[in-house]
């Protein structure tokens, strides 16, 4: 994969759906369960950082959930990455580290919100529904724009 460059928002719609990153093949089962079960859409699937860049400039996900310890590139690393590719990606960082220096560090370099593996699958639905239904809503305000010739 080459260099990412930033993505315009106007260039590219959102897809609705999210893409998996973690390691942990079990982790990957275990959230694409719980998305298929609340009828969200998987549209990939990532075992590292390097992995989920190439998948998300492919896919445009509009929600991506991440593991912060994998090979290859870290969550942090990927997340820095993907927030400097596309400001706006809605990234909910799922691991097991829940110190509260790592949970303010992801929050502050822009996740939307952390669960703590284990996690309850109502918790990552709720929060997966709320992100869907925002990069929706923020779709249809910039197709409304663009109608308006502005």
């Known amino acids: 994969m080459g260099s990412l460059f930033p ?13 998996i990153v973690d390691d942990m ?11 298929r079960d609340a ?3 998987v549209l990939g699937e990532a075992r590292n950082g390097q992995e989920a860049l190439e998948l998300y400039t492919e896919l445009n996900p509009a929600v991506v959930t ?3 310890l994998m090979p290859v590139m870290d969550g942090f690393v990927t997340m820095e990455k993907l927030l400097s590719y596309d400001p706006n990606a ?8 829940q110190h509260k220096v790592t949970i ?8 939307r919100d952390f669960l ?17 239904q925002e ?10 724009y663009k109608e308006k010739g502005q």
């Open 7 to 19: 993505l315009n928002e106007q260039e590219k719609p959102k897809n609705r759906g999210v893409l």
């Open 25 to 35: 093949r079990m982790m990957r089962m275990i959230l694409n369960t719980i998305f």
């Open 39 to 41: 009828g969200i859409r």
């Open 66 to 68: 991440l593991d912060l």
């Open 90 to 97: 809605r990234i909910i960082v799922c691991s097991s580290l």
């Open 104 to 111: 303010s560090k992801a929050l502050r370099m822009g996740a």
């Open 116 to 132: 703590v593996k284990p996690f309850r699958a109502d918790k990552v639905r709720t929060i997966v529904y709320a992100l869907l």
């Open 135 to 144: 990069a929706t809503f923020q779709q249809r305000t910039l197709i409304r």
